[in-house]
């Protein structure tokens, strides 16, 4: 069975500090992704490419969708295995690397999920299905880099 799905965002620039793109440091990075019903995300570079760091940039959004996309596939496989997950929390991390020719590319991505079960009983299956999770990640199996995986279990008791 092969499905597609379609996604659809507004994205609008909001840096044109009144010169445009008249030079590299003229113009502010801001910008706004938005999509119907949704609230906006307020974007814009990393501060290292002159960027404002009160903004989500590109490479915090590629890392939240990587977490994201994990935690939802986990929850799922969870409560198909009959495991009662009661809370999860992540601390993802990326490594990205400039180029000599101005790009640059992620070169690994480590999530750290903190999954609290209700039962300690269920903690060995529990931990088990990060690897399923994983593989129907459809972000990650988007990804050209390598996606590692470094979960702790925790228990209610």
Request: contains cysteine.
């Given at each position: 069975m092969n499905l597609e799905h379609s996604y659809a965002i507004d994205l609008e620039w909001t840096g044109n500090r009144g010169e445009g793109t008249s030079g590299y440091k003229s113009y502010g990075r801001d910008h706004v992704v938005s999509a119907p019903g949704k609230a906006p995300i307020e974007g814009s570079a990393d501060r290292v490419f002159f960027g404002d760091r009160d903004r989500w940039n590109p490479e915090?959004?590629?890392?939240?969708?990587?977490?994201?996309?994990?935690?939802?596939?986990?929850?799922?496989?969870?409560?198909q295995a009959?495991?009662?997950?009661?809370?999860y929390t992540d601390a993802a991390t990326g490594v990205m690397e400039q180029t000599s020719n101005g790009g640059g590319h992620f070169t690994s991505a480590m999530l750290r999920p903190r999954v609290t079960l209700a039962?300690?009983?269920?903690?060995?299956?529990?931990?088990?299905?990060?690897?399923?999770?994983?593989?129907?990640?459809?972000?990650a199996a988007s990804m050209n880099f390598p996606v590692e995986h470094a979960p702790e279990i925790y228990t209610l008791a």
């Open positions: 915090e959004l590629l890392l939240a969708a990587l977490s994201q996309c994990h935690m939802l596939s986990y929850l799922a496989e969870a409560a009959g495991v009662v997950v009661v809370g039962d300690p009983a269920q903690a060995e299956l529990a931990a088990s299905l990060h690897a399923p999770a994983a593989a129907k990640c459809f972000i």
